[in-house]
């Protein structure tokens, strides 16, 4: 892959310079879509909008079939580089290497079109929206799965701040499940100087935002993991007058079930109960987002297998730490047995970091593992 390292390169940044955020990625896909179909693959378009699935079939006869996936979207960000080619778009920029992510599934897509040495199928899967609006589980509802059939299912993130070139895993829960919530906390507005005649929600959201730092540190076992961040306080209008009224905003991350539904529960409980003693009431909005991504035991033996062919022993981490961070690709995982890894990218600005730029020196790099795991899994019988 080497070889077409310049060639990608290209690719990317002409990526990098159209960023489009959920299910608004038309001109990506369009861009996407002219690279499969000129390399010759079977192309359907449409699965959520913008999603595109491109079918290689291996010439070494019958064998199961599989996906590899990549994801589409932009972030809502103002770009901060002074790039050549940054963002055209002002208030979206591609800071997380979704950009990278396509390249490198196109890297690998065009070499096994022009090597097709494998028994099976590879469908080439383009999600948009996954940041935030669950492009993932969208295509899943509208029948990737049914149209595609295939026995596994993978996806690679590449992974600043890690020593460059090496994969990162783990069997199991690898990225957390996604919360929102949203309280509303409703008191009776006062003079500043006269409290008493009011029911002040100032008071009683400060006291919630601190409860709330109870659930993980007393309800959750240590030996699990949680996280629930109150990221928004809005309320008031000027300095002697006591609201109505006080919005709350933030997220939870949990990685199983079981504590997903106990911090849940305890939210609930501390919100309203907390209110309720202030006299206050509260309107409580909590929305479970994205489910925790669990890696499937024997794809990701093989995913960890393929990286360590690539890269070598040295380079493959597979008890890499959890992260809390949330992948839809989670969705995918729930519907199909497939494993997710990160692909290490060096020093550098973190994700959604506004001066963030995916490395090109790793495109090769995750080109390769792709290429490498197609071979693997869709290997011909001896």
Request: glycine share 10%; hydrophobic share 45%; net charge negative.
């Amino acid at each position: 892959m080497a070889a077409r390292a310049d060639e990608m390169t290209g690719w990317r940044r002409t990526l990098h310079a159209m960023p489009e955020t959920a299910f608004e990625e038309h001109r990506t896909s369009a861009y996407v879509a002219e690279k499969l179909e000129s390399f010759g693959l079977e192309l359907h378009r449409g699965l959520a909008g913008t999603g595109l699935v491109a079918t290689l079939h291996g010439q070494r006869g019958a064998g199961p079939a599989i996906g590899l996936r990549a994801d589409m979207d932009a972030l809502d960000i103002h770009e901060a580089t002074n790039l050549a080619y940054r963002s055209d778009t002002p208030g979206k920029m591609h800071a997380c290497g979704h950009d990278g992510h396509m390249t490198m599934l196109l890297g690998a897509a065009r070499h096994l079109a022009e090597n097709p040495d494998f028994a099976g199928t590879v469908h080439f899967i383009f999600q948009p929206a996954e940041e935030n609006e669950g492009g993932g589980k969208v295509m899943v509802e509208q029948g990737l799965f049914d149209l595609f059939p295939m026995q596994q299912v993978y996806g690679l993130h590449n992974w600043p701040n890690a020593p460059f070139g090496t994969f990162l895993g783990r069997v199991g829960p690898m990225f957390a499940a996604f919360d929102i919530f949203e309280v509303k906390i409703l008191g009776r507005g006062a003079h500043a100087a006269m409290p008493q005649r009011g029911i002040d929600p100032v008071l009683a959201a400060s006291l919630v935002v601190a409860q709330l730092q109870s659930i993980v540190a007393r309800s959750v076992s240590p030996q699990e993991a949680a996280v629930l961040t109150v990221t928004q306080i809005h309320g008031g209008e000027t300095w002697n007058i006591i609201p109505d009224e006080v919005v709350l905003r933030g997220t939870a991350r949990t990685f199983t079930p079981e504590v997903r539904d106990l911090v849940e529960q305890r939210f609930r409980a501390v919100v309203e109960g907390v209110c309720a003693a202030q006299g206050a009431q509260a309107q409580i909005r909590y929305e479970r987002r994205y489910p925790s991504l669990v890696n499937w035991k024997e794809p990701f033996g093989t995913a960890i297998e393929t990286a360590r062919a690539t890269a070598g022993d040295d380079r493959v981490i597979a008890d890499f730490e959890p992260i809390m961070a949330a992948e839809d690709f989670a969705y995918m995982l729930e519907a199909v047995p497939g494993a997710y890894l990160c692909l290490a990218s060096g020093p550098g600005p973190n994700l959604h970091n506004a001066e963030y730029d995916f490395n090109d020196a790793l495109l090769p790099v995750g080109a390769s593992y792709w290429v490498n795991l197609v071979h693997q899994v869709l290997a011909p019988a001896s």
